[in-house]
């Protein structure tokens, strides 16, 4: 990856921690109802003729065509509260997004650690319209240098330079609208966070490199793309994780070189394995703990403590 572009490393974000449809076959999926995910009232998505559909892979639900972007808040329970917040995007190569893995079950876990969550359903750019001509791109090659686990359900990366300019303006408004209801969800508006996965992790870096909008506090590359970028001044800490059998891993420290060099705060957790698309964890890999290591993170940073005078 060039230097100062958004590390935008499209790769498919899979759970294998379900018990069903583990063969890595791709299922027709009725769409959920999502009852409380809000519009963010960005627009739709030139040239896209496809509805929104759904399916499931690895056991976990996934979106495409998505063409209207939504924020679902996940929030603590009454009592439990902390006021920090996270803004959570799921992966999929901006084709797709991994909703449960990735989304939904992150979202309930920092809720459970009292963390307000908000899950963004951003904008992707068209797949086919049928099912069956979307799997068939999306059991193309792998790379021969994946290994087993990061090949399962994984495409290659798509070309690093992709126009994100509405999956940056869906992040722009969630973050405004978190902003805008913070009294109401119980947010500390000096506290909020974005973490991302694969290409969510692009979109949380690509958002910290070129928003002009957003003033993270604090920021959660999850196995994303690893080059160097352009650290800006205001730059906010980072925490990032990646097993060494990631196809976008590849030996490459450049991100954790560029923010260390910039001299932000920087925490780096490389697992010996877990692959690609691990979401909270995969059974018996040592990369499963990534998310007891972020809490602590948060903790030991103050971000789960109001700051004086709050």
Known sequence: MKLAKPLIMAALLISAASATA?????????????????????????????????????????????????????????????????????????????????????AQALADQGIAAFVLKYRLHPTPESLDEFTAWMNRPRPATASSDTAQGATPPSPPQQDLSNQLEDAEAAYAMILKRAKEWGVDTNRIGMIGFSAGAGLTMHSTLNSKTMKLAFIGPIYGGMGPVEVP????????????????????????????????P?????????????????????????????????????????????
Not at 58 to 79: E, H, V
Not at 250 to 256: A, D, P
Not at 269 to 290: E, V
């Open 233 to 264: 001044k205001n730059a906010p800490p980072m925490f990032n994780v990646i097993a060494t059998d990631d196809f976008l891993f590849r030996g490459q420290f450049g991100v954790i070189d560029s923010w260390y060099k910039a001299g932000i």
């Open 22 to 106: 583990q063969d890595g076959t791709i299922y027709p999926l009725k769409a959920p109802s999502e009852p409380k995910a809000i519009p963010l009232g960005t627009g739709g998505v030139e040239g896209q003729p496809a509805p929104e559909t759904w399916f499931r892979q690895w056991g976990d639900p996934m979106a495409r065509n998505i063409s209207t972007a939504t924020l679902t808040p996940f929030l603590p329970k009454p009592g439990k509260a902390n006021g920090a917040a996270v803004i959570v995007a799921p992966g999929g190569g901006f084709r797709w997004l991994s909703m449960g893995n990735e989304g939904w079950e992150v």
């Open 266 to 310: 920087v925490e780096f957790h490389l697992y010996q394995n877990g692959g690609h698309g691990f979401g909270l964890g995969n059974p018996d890999r040592t990369s499963n703990r990534w998310f007891d290591a972020f809490m602590h993170w948060l903790d030991v940073n103050d971000f789960l403590t109001a700051k004086s005078g709050k």
